[in-house]
Protein backbone atom coordinates (compact mmCIF):
# COMPACT_ATOMS: atom_id res chain seq x y z
CA UNK A 1 0.00 0.00 0.00
CA UNK A 2 2.82 2.34 0.15
CA UNK A 3 5.98 2.54 -1.22
CA UNK A 4 8.47 4.33 1.32
CA UNK A 5 9.64 2.87 4.58
CA UNK A 6 7.09 2.21 7.13
CA UNK A 7 7.65 2.00 10.77
CA UNK A 8 8.35 -1.32 11.59
CA UNK A 9 5.76 -3.94 11.98
CA UNK A 10 2.84 -1.75 10.98
CA UNK A 11 -0.18 -3.10 9.90
CA UNK A 12 -2.01 -2.13 6.87
CA UNK A 13 -5.65 -1.38 6.96
CA UNK A 14 -8.23 -4.81 6.64
CA UNK A 15 -8.54 -5.13 2.86
CA UNK A 16 -11.89 -6.43 1.38
CA UNK A 17 -13.94 -5.73 4.79
CA UNK A 18 -17.38 -7.53 5.09
CA UNK A 19 -20.81 -5.96 4.50
CA UNK A 20 -22.15 -5.09 8.03
CA UNK A 21 -24.95 -6.95 8.76
CA UNK A 22 -26.15 -3.89 10.93
CA UNK A 23 -28.53 -1.50 9.00
CA UNK A 24 -27.27 1.66 9.69
CA UNK A 25 -29.85 4.40 9.75
CA UNK A 26 -30.18 6.93 6.63
CA UNK A 27 -27.31 9.58 7.08
CA UNK A 28 -25.36 7.91 9.28
CA UNK A 29 -22.07 10.10 10.09
CA UNK A 30 -18.77 8.03 10.59
CA UNK A 31 -17.29 10.60 13.42
CA UNK A 32 -13.30 9.77 13.55
CA UNK A 33 -11.50 8.82 10.67
CA UNK A 34 -8.14 9.80 8.95
CA UNK A 35 -6.24 10.29 5.87
CA UNK A 36 -2.79 8.98 5.42
CA UNK A 37 -0.69 11.06 2.71
CA UNK A 38 -0.65 9.56 0.26
CA UNK A 39 2.96 10.19 1.35
CA UNK A 40 4.33 11.31 -2.29
CA UNK A 41 1.94 13.87 -2.54
CA UNK A 42 1.28 14.86 1.24
CA UNK A 43 4.48 14.09 2.59
CA UNK A 44 4.58 13.18 6.46
CA UNK A 45 5.82 15.48 9.26
CA UNK A 46 9.35 15.39 9.93
CA UNK A 47 8.69 15.37 13.38
CA UNK A 48 6.37 12.32 13.31
CA UNK A 49 6.03 9.50 15.93
CA UNK A 50 5.56 6.94 12.83
CA UNK A 51 5.17 6.12 9.13
CA UNK A 52 2.11 4.68 8.48
CA UNK A 53 0.60 3.01 5.25
CA UNK A 54 -0.93 5.22 2.48
CA UNK A 55 -4.58 5.46 3.10
CA UNK A 56 -6.11 8.01 0.52
CA UNK A 57 -9.29 10.13 0.58
CA UNK A 58 -10.39 7.87 -2.60
CA UNK A 59 -10.08 4.61 -0.40
CA UNK A 60 -11.59 6.42 2.78
CA UNK A 61 -15.04 7.53 0.60
CA UNK A 62 -15.42 3.95 -0.69
CA UNK A 63 -15.09 2.10 2.39
CA UNK A 64 -17.86 4.85 3.65
CA UNK A 65 -20.09 3.44 0.84
CA UNK A 66 -19.19 0.14 1.20
CA UNK A 67 -20.20 0.36 4.81
CA UNK A 68 -23.61 1.76 4.48
CA UNK A 69 -22.42 5.49 5.78
CA UNK A 70 -23.41 9.01 4.18
CA UNK A 71 -20.69 11.30 5.81
CA UNK A 72 -17.11 11.51 7.39
CA UNK A 73 -15.54 13.19 10.17
CA UNK A 74 -11.84 13.07 9.07
CA UNK A 75 -9.48 13.99 11.99
CA UNK A 76 -5.95 15.31 11.39
CA UNK A 77 -3.78 12.24 11.83
CA UNK A 78 -0.61 13.62 13.95
CA UNK A 79 1.81 11.97 11.45
CA UNK A 80 0.97 14.59 9.61
CA UNK A 81 1.71 17.37 12.40
CA UNK A 82 -0.07 21.00 11.53
CA UNK A 83 0.42 20.69 8.00
CA UNK A 84 -3.67 20.10 7.00
CA UNK A 85 -3.17 19.64 3.74
CA UNK A 86 -4.22 16.09 2.92
CA UNK A 87 -6.97 16.54 5.43
CA UNK A 88 -7.96 19.63 3.34
CA UNK A 89 -7.53 17.92 0.33
CA UNK A 90 -10.03 15.45 1.41
CA UNK A 91 -12.63 17.97 2.19
CA UNK A 92 -12.47 19.63 -0.69
CA UNK A 93 -13.62 16.22 -2.81
CA UNK A 94 -15.82 15.31 -0.35
CA UNK A 95 -18.76 17.08 -2.15
CA UNK A 96 -19.97 18.85 1.00
CA UNK A 97 -20.26 15.02 2.85
CA UNK A 98 -17.38 15.03 5.22
CA UNK A 99 -16.20 17.32 7.98
CA UNK A 100 -12.84 17.97 9.63
CA UNK A 101 -10.57 18.34 12.72
CA UNK A 102 -7.31 20.26 12.17
CA UNK A 103 -4.28 20.21 14.29
CA UNK A 104 -3.05 24.30 14.60
CA UNK A 105 -0.32 25.87 16.18
CA UNK A 106 -0.60 29.52 17.65
CA UNK A 107 1.12 30.89 14.65
CA UNK A 108 -1.99 30.28 12.14
CA UNK A 109 -3.32 32.94 10.73
CA UNK A 110 -7.07 34.03 10.89
CA UNK A 111 -6.88 34.26 7.43
CA UNK A 112 -6.08 30.51 7.07
CA UNK A 113 -8.53 29.07 9.98
CA UNK A 114 -11.01 31.16 7.37
CA UNK A 115 -10.24 29.38 4.82
CA UNK A 116 -10.19 25.66 6.90
CA UNK A 117 -13.53 26.90 7.74
CA UNK A 118 -14.71 27.19 4.59
CA UNK A 119 -13.67 24.03 3.19
CA UNK A 120 -15.38 22.27 6.37
CA UNK A 121 -12.92 21.87 9.00
CA UNK A 122 -15.24 22.36 12.62
CA UNK A 123 -12.74 21.39 15.28
CA UNK A 124 -9.09 21.09 16.49
CA UNK A 125 -7.20 18.38 18.26
CA UNK A 126 -5.60 18.81 21.22
CA UNK A 127 -3.18 15.26 21.83
CA UNK A 128 -1.60 14.23 25.70
CA UNK A 129 -0.80 10.89 24.61
CA UNK A 130 2.77 10.80 25.03
CA UNK A 131 4.15 8.82 23.04
CA UNK A 132 2.52 10.36 19.69
CA UNK A 133 3.32 13.52 20.17
CA UNK A 134 5.45 16.54 22.14
CA UNK A 135 3.20 18.54 24.74
CA UNK A 136 1.85 21.79 23.73
CA UNK A 137 1.93 24.18 26.55
CA UNK A 138 -1.51 24.50 27.95
CA UNK A 139 -1.71 28.32 27.43
CA UNK A 140 -0.81 27.93 23.83
CA UNK A 141 -3.73 25.32 23.32
CA UNK A 142 -5.96 28.00 25.45
CA UNK A 143 -5.18 30.79 23.47
CA UNK A 144 -6.01 28.59 19.83
CA UNK A 145 -9.69 26.80 21.68
CA UNK A 146 -10.39 30.92 22.23
CA UNK A 147 -9.50 31.99 18.74
CA UNK A 148 -11.34 28.52 16.97
CA UNK A 149 -14.38 29.26 19.72
CA UNK A 150 -15.53 32.40 17.64
CA UNK A 151 -15.71 29.92 14.65
CA UNK A 152 -18.02 28.06 16.80
CA UNK A 153 -15.46 25.22 16.25
CA UNK A 154 -15.12 22.61 19.37
CA UNK A 155 -11.75 20.85 20.87
CA UNK A 156 -11.20 17.27 20.49
CA UNK A 157 -8.33 15.99 23.18
CA UNK A 158 -6.88 12.57 23.09
CA UNK A 159 -5.64 11.84 26.54
CA UNK A 160 -4.87 8.38 28.36
CA UNK A 161 -7.45 7.29 31.24
CA UNK A 162 -4.59 7.75 33.76
CA UNK A 163 -3.91 11.10 32.92
CA UNK A 164 -7.51 12.77 33.51
CA UNK A 165 -6.80 13.97 36.93
CA UNK A 166 -4.16 16.38 35.61
CA UNK A 167 -6.23 17.23 33.00
CA UNK A 168 -9.29 17.76 34.72
CA UNK A 169 -8.95 21.91 34.98
CA UNK A 170 -7.79 22.53 31.53
CA UNK A 171 -10.37 20.69 30.33
CA UNK A 172 -13.18 22.36 32.22
CA UNK A 173 -11.89 25.28 31.29
CA UNK A 174 -11.87 25.11 27.70
CA UNK A 175 -14.67 27.91 26.46
CA UNK A 176 -15.97 25.53 23.52
CA UNK A 177 -17.76 22.28 23.71
CA UNK A 178 -14.37 19.41 24.30
CA UNK A 179 -15.34 15.77 22.34
CA UNK A 180 -13.28 13.36 24.32
CA UNK A 181 -11.65 10.47 21.91
CA UNK A 182 -12.35 6.86 22.59
CA UNK A 183 -14.10 7.27 25.84
CA UNK A 184 -10.77 8.90 27.57
CA UNK A 185 -8.99 5.52 26.95
CA UNK A 186 -10.09 2.93 29.81
CA UNK A 187 -8.90 0.62 31.45
CA UNK A 188 -11.49 -2.30 30.31
CA UNK A 189 -9.73 -4.53 33.00
CA UNK A 190 -11.05 -2.49 35.58
CA UNK A 191 -14.70 -2.45 37.01
CA UNK A 192 -16.93 -0.11 34.44
CA UNK A 193 -18.30 1.52 38.03
CA UNK A 194 -14.42 1.38 39.57
CA UNK A 195 -12.91 4.46 40.26
CA UNK A 196 -11.14 5.46 36.91
CA UNK A 197 -14.16 5.19 34.70
CA UNK A 198 -16.47 6.97 37.55
CA UNK A 199 -14.07 9.82 37.31
CA UNK A 200 -14.58 10.32 33.17
CA UNK A 201 -18.33 9.58 33.99
CA UNK A 202 -18.57 12.71 36.46
CA UNK A 203 -16.67 14.53 34.05
CA UNK A 204 -19.09 14.31 31.80
CA UNK A 205 -22.04 14.50 34.05
CA UNK A 206 -21.00 17.76 35.67
CA UNK A 207 -19.80 19.62 32.12
CA UNK A 208 -22.60 19.22 29.92
CA UNK A 209 -20.18 20.68 27.44
CA UNK A 210 -18.35 17.21 27.64
CA UNK A 211 -19.20 14.45 24.66
CA UNK A 212 -17.70 11.45 24.10
CA UNK A 213 -16.76 8.91 21.06
CA UNK A 214 -17.28 5.76 21.99
CA UNK A 215 -15.20 4.31 19.38
CA UNK A 216 -11.93 2.09 18.77
CA UNK A 217 -13.02 -1.21 20.68
CA UNK A 218 -9.95 -2.62 18.96
CA UNK A 219 -7.71 -0.39 20.85
CA UNK A 220 -8.99 -0.66 23.71
CA UNK A 221 -9.39 -4.38 24.18
CA UNK A 222 -7.82 -6.49 26.29
CA UNK A 223 -9.71 -10.06 26.18
CA UNK A 224 -11.14 -9.32 23.01
CA UNK A 225 -12.43 -11.84 20.99
CA UNK A 226 -10.51 -9.51 17.87
CA UNK A 227 -13.51 -8.29 15.16
CA UNK A 228 -12.38 -11.12 12.49
CA UNK A 229 -13.37 -14.24 10.90
CA UNK A 230 -16.91 -12.99 11.17
CA UNK A 231 -16.48 -12.79 15.13
CA UNK A 232 -20.59 -11.83 16.35
CA UNK A 233 -19.59 -10.90 19.32
CA UNK A 234 -15.78 -9.23 19.22
CA UNK A 235 -14.16 -6.96 22.56
CA UNK A 236 -16.29 -8.00 24.66
CA UNK A 237 -14.83 -6.43 27.43
CA UNK A 238 -14.70 -3.18 25.91
CA UNK A 239 -18.81 -3.35 25.29
CA UNK A 240 -19.77 -1.97 29.06
CA UNK A 241 -18.12 0.81 28.86
CA UNK A 242 -19.42 1.91 25.68
CA UNK A 243 -23.19 1.35 26.35
CA UNK A 244 -22.78 3.06 29.67
CA UNK A 245 -22.15 6.53 27.99
CA UNK A 246 -24.64 5.76 25.40
CA UNK A 247 -27.38 4.81 27.99
CA UNK A 248 -26.38 7.38 30.25
CA UNK A 249 -25.26 10.38 27.39
CA UNK A 250 -27.56 9.65 24.97
CA UNK A 251 -27.24 13.34 22.91
CA UNK A 252 -23.33 13.57 23.64
CA UNK A 253 -21.79 10.62 22.10
CA UNK A 254 -20.52 10.18 18.62
CA UNK A 255 -19.34 6.85 16.75
CA UNK A 256 -16.42 6.37 14.49
CA UNK A 257 -14.34 3.42 12.62
CA UNK A 258 -10.78 5.36 13.25
CA UNK A 259 -9.61 4.00 9.91
CA UNK A 260 -7.00 3.09 8.82
CA UNK A 261 -6.72 2.34 12.66
CA UNK A 262 -3.22 4.07 13.08
CA UNK A 263 -0.55 2.17 15.52
CA UNK A 264 -2.41 -0.94 16.26
CA UNK A 265 -0.04 -3.79 17.22
CA UNK A 266 -2.13 -6.95 17.87
CA UNK A 267 -4.32 -7.21 15.14
CA UNK A 268 -6.05 -5.32 12.39
CA UNK A 269 -9.89 -5.45 12.17
CA UNK A 270 -12.68 -5.63 9.76
CA UNK A 271 -14.28 -2.65 9.67
CA UNK A 272 -17.77 -4.11 8.40
CA UNK A 273 -17.36 -6.12 12.09
CA UNK A 274 -16.77 -3.07 13.52
CA UNK A 275 -20.00 -1.03 12.47
CA UNK A 276 -21.93 -4.61 13.63
CA UNK A 277 -20.40 -4.40 16.84
CA UNK A 278 -22.51 -0.83 17.35
CA UNK A 279 -25.74 -2.88 17.71
CA UNK A 280 -24.62 -4.10 20.91
CA UNK A 281 -23.36 -0.70 22.27
CA UNK A 282 -26.50 0.96 21.06
CA UNK A 283 -29.12 -1.85 20.94
CA UNK A 284 -32.21 0.64 19.74
CA UNK A 285 -33.00 1.74 17.30
CA UNK A 286 -33.35 5.06 18.92
CA UNK A 287 -29.98 5.08 20.65
CA UNK A 288 -28.51 4.22 17.56
CA UNK A 289 -29.86 7.22 15.61
CA UNK A 290 -28.81 9.46 18.07
CA UNK A 291 -25.21 7.98 17.86
CA UNK A 292 -24.58 7.74 13.99
CA UNK A 293 -27.01 11.16 12.83
CA UNK A 294 -28.54 13.17 15.34
CA UNK A 295 -25.12 14.31 17.17
CA UNK A 296 -22.89 14.20 15.19
CA UNK A 297 -25.29 16.48 12.21
CA UNK A 298 -25.75 18.95 15.10
CA UNK A 299 -22.11 19.09 16.27
CA UNK A 300 -20.49 19.28 12.26
CA UNK A 301 -23.71 20.48 10.04
CA UNK A 302 -25.73 22.20 12.15
CA UNK A 303 -27.14 23.57 9.32
CA UNK A 304 -28.44 20.59 7.77
CA UNK A 305 -29.43 19.27 11.44
Not at 161 to 168: I, R
Amino acid sequence: MSNFDKTPGWLDWYAGPSKPRLQLPAGAVDAHCHVFGPGGRFPYAPERKYTPCDASHEQLFALRDHLGFARNVIVQATCHGADNSALLDALAHSDGRARGVATVRRSVSDAELERMHALGVRGVRFNFVRRLVDFTPKDELMEIAGRIHRLGWHVVVYFEAADLPDLWDFFTALPTPVVVDHMGRPDVRQPVDGPEFSRFIRLMAEHPNVWSKVSCPERLSVAGPPALNGEAAPYRDVLPFARRLVETFPDRVLWGTDWPHPNLKDHMPDDGLLVDFIAGIAPTAQQRQALLVTNPMRLYWPEAA
